[in-house]
């Protein structure tokens, strides 16, 4: 249905930055809200930022200040810039989509994930 590969993680001193990419495939209409989520070792998945397909943010009180997400419709392809990260940045760092079908409830996909290392 539809494929998110996310690009751009890797390896940064605090206090750099990263941009990070998804780029989505497949059944990519009527996809609303993208997002960023992130996993740190031994911790849940929590959220970083949602932007819905008017254009509404949200962000985690954590990254609020930041990183920005955006979108770009004609490339597929939602970013986020992250600027002024910090060691607890680190995480493996997932895109997903919210899609809502004609038949059915909405319908969540997730990438496979990017690796985001911060070192202090």
């Known amino acids: 249905q539809v494929q998110l590969v996310e690009s751009g993680g890797g390896l940064v001193q605090a206090g750099g930055s990263l941009r990070l990419s998804c780029a989505a495939s497949?059944?990519?209409?009527?996809?609303?809200?993208m997002g960023w989520y992130r996993q740190a070792p031994g911790k849940q998945r929590e959220l970083v930022a949602t932007?819905?397909?008017?254009?509404?943010?949200n962000y985690a009180d954590s990254v609020k200040g930041r990183f920005t997400i955006s979108r770009d419709n004609a490339k597929n392809t939602v970013y986020l810039q992250m600027n002024g990260l910090k060691p607890e940045d680190t995480a493996v760092y997932y895109c997903?989509?919210?899609?809502?079908?004609?038949?059915?409830?909405?319908?969540?996909?997730w990438g496979k994930g990017t690796l985001v290392t911060v070192s202090s």
């Open positions: 997903n989509a919210d899609r809502l079908p004609p038949i059915g409830s909405r319908i969540n996909y």
């Open positions: 932007i819905t397909s008017g254009g509404i943010t």
């Open positions: 497949g059944t990519i209409f009527r996809i609303n809200a």
